[in-house]
């Protein structure tokens, strides 16, 4: 995966947003499950994008 493909995925089509709640912090990749590894580039550090609202307080 290229720069420029790494860098559309983090800051994606909507300006901004991202469409995943977890993210391959090797690649950037973003995903609506949790994975144990990236499809994209074989990583297997997947964490949780945002955890407002997960836990509360």
Same mark, same amino acid.
Not at 25 to 35: H, I, M, N, S, V
């Given at each position: 995966? !290229? #720069?420029?493909?790494? &860098?559309?995925? +983090? +800051? *994606?089509? =909507? *300006? *901004?947003? !991202? ?7 090797? /690649?950037?990749?973003?995903?609506? #499950?949790?994975?144990?590894? /990236?499809?994209? /580039?074989?990583? /297997? =550090? &997947?964490?949780? &994008?945002?955890?407002? *609202?997960? +836990? !509360?307080?």
């Amino acid at each position: 995966m !290229s #720069l420029t493909d790494k &860098i559309a995925r +983090v +800051v *994606g089509a =909507t *300006g *901004g947003e !991202s469409d995943g709640t977890y993210e391959c912090k090797t /690649c950037g990749a973003t995903f609506t #499950l949790d994975r144990q590894t /990236c499809p994209d /580039c074989g990583g /297997c =550090t &997947i964490d949780r &994008i945002d955890w407002d *609202g997960v +836990v !509360s307080g």
